[in-house]
């Protein structure tokens, strides 16, 4: 049975909240983010003596008037911010778990709707090997994204995917112009700290979302078990085992995926980027407005 969590009342339920930068920002004019810089808005902002080879059409004569000095009005400014959202479409997304892979591109859905909704620009990046594909292309207003969302929910998700890789080879990446987003479980051997990195070095805000089903927290599995990788090439794989599962493992198991998480958030912290590890038992919007509220990627 196919799971979708994407409906007219998932998405009103969005509509109070935004999306906001953490740093200033060097998007296009006509956004809703207010930078430091000063602008053309109708929002009066402060004064400064006047310069030669200002716009004498900004002078205050009351002022003026007041003080026998010219002082220009200064305005904020107001920013578009393009939004980068880099879905994970590796089998371990999806292959086993139709769940975990509706709640992934349910997650992707919502954040672009907050994007296009507070008149910022979205883009999908579908990460399959070790590439991204970009099949709808910059994604501006409501219309064209409810387009692309119904693509989305058919998506494929195979094979295994170079993280570091198919972000590094995105083109067109920006500077400086917003957010961008990688959702996957980051249950890889490929090294996604190189895509973090990257966008750091872009000055893009990055948020890693890590998305676990809850077998993936808590498998309740015990006894003798053929353990396959959803990734793996074929049976002789290396990454495929059988093995007795032991309630020491299982608590090992345990220990070593809390210091795993914890791993990426701390690489996270040291890069200035948020980190939210969720369970796709956990309705999406809970998500949204408790934890992305608590790392200030949401207002």
């Known amino acids: ?29 006509g956004g809703k983010h207010l930078v430091k810089t000063y602008g053309q808005t109708v929002e009066f902002a402060d004064y400064r003596e006047y310069m030669l080879g200002d716009d004498i059409r900004r002078i205050d004569w ?20 393009h939004v980068q959202i880099f879905l994970d479409c590796s089998a371990s997304m999806g292959q086993e778990s139709p769940q975990k892979a509706a709640y992934a591109v349910g ?16 883009s999908f990046k579908l990460m399959k090997g070790n590439r ?5 292309g910059t994604i501006v207003g409501k219309t064209t994204f409810f387009r692309a ?10 094979d295994d995917v170079d993280l570091g890789a198919a972000v590094t080879n995105t083109p067109d990446t920006g500077s ?25 070095y872009k000055k893009r805000q ?30 002789e794989d290396p990454r495929n085992m059988k093995l007795r599962v032991t309630r020491g493992m299982q608590l090992a198991y345990q220990e070593a995926l809390a210091d795993f998480r914890e791993g990426l958030k701390s690489f996270c912290n040291s890069r200035e980027a948020g980190f939210l590890s969720v369970v796709c038992d956990r309705s999406i919007e809970r998500t949204l407005f408790g934890e992305l509220l608590k790392v200030g990627i949401a207002s």
């Open 1 to 29: 049975m196919k799971i979708s969590y994407l409906n007219d009342a998932f998405f009103s339920r969005l509509e109070t909240l935004a999306l906001n930068l953490q740093a200033n920002l060097a998007g296009f004019f």
């Open 206 to 235: 990055v948020l890693l979302i890590q998305v676990l089903t809850p077998d993936e927290v808590d498998p309740a599995v015990e006894g003798r078990v053929h353990l396959l990788d959803a990734e793996s090439l074929g049976m």
């Open 149 to 158: 969302v119904g693509q989305l929910e058919n998506l494929e998700f195979t």
């Open 176 to 200: 400086n112009d917003g957010l961008s987003v990688i959702i996957s479980d980051f249950m890889t051997e490929s090294d996604w700290r190189k895509a973090v990195d990257f966008l750091r």
């Open 107 to 122: 997650f992707a859905a919502a954040l672009g709707f907050l994007a296009v909704h507070n008149m910022d620009k979205v």
């Open 62 to 81: 009351n002022l003026f008037s007041r003080f026998e000095k010219y002082f220009l009005k200064l305005f904020t400014d107001e920013r578009q911010m």
């Open 132 to 136: 991204c594909e970009d099949p709808f």
